[in-house]
């Protein structure tokens, strides 16, 4: 199994900057993609920004020159960096990674974390 653990989330001000990390643990044999989506009251969870092993990014056009999705293939991390924060960005952030585990090598499964809630005031 895969488990993924967010931190960092928080309540920012408008025009503020929050950093949130997740770390994947478990019996991992390798991670592919890893991303950020995003669940705000009463809304579907919707993509944010995603990053596969070798470091190609997709982001929404909503957080474009805004936010910088990172990883650290070594940790087993991926990082949203949160600049010029938006009322309109609050939602519970939730990572997610496409991997596959010592038992089942061949196949990957996308597993997701629990979620860290960011909270933008205007």
């Known amino acids: 199994q895969v488990q993924l653990v967010e931190s960092g989330g928080g309540l920012v001000q408008l025009g503020g900057s929050l950093r949130v990390s997740c770390v994947a643990s478990?019996?991992?044999?390798?991670?592919?993609?890893m991303g950020w989506y995003r669940q705000a009251v009463g809304k579907q969870r919707e993509l944010v920004a995603t990053?596969?092993?070798?470091?190609?990014?997709n982001y929404a056009d909503s957080v474009k020159g805004r936010f910088t999705i990172s990883r650290d293939n070594a940790k087993n991390t991926v990082y949203l960096q949160m600049d010029s924060l938006k009322p309109e960005d609050t939602a519970v952030y939730y990572c997610?990674?496409?991997?596959?585990?010592?038992?089942?090598?061949?196949?990957?499964?996308?597993?997701w974390g629990q979620g860290t809630q960011v909270t933008v005031s205007s």
């Open positions: 478990g019996s991992i044999f390798s991670i592919n993609a």
């Open positions: 990053i596969t092993s070798g470091g190609t990014t």
């Open positions: 997610n990674a496409d991997a596959s585990t010592l038992r089942n090598r061949a196949v990957q499964f996308t597993y």
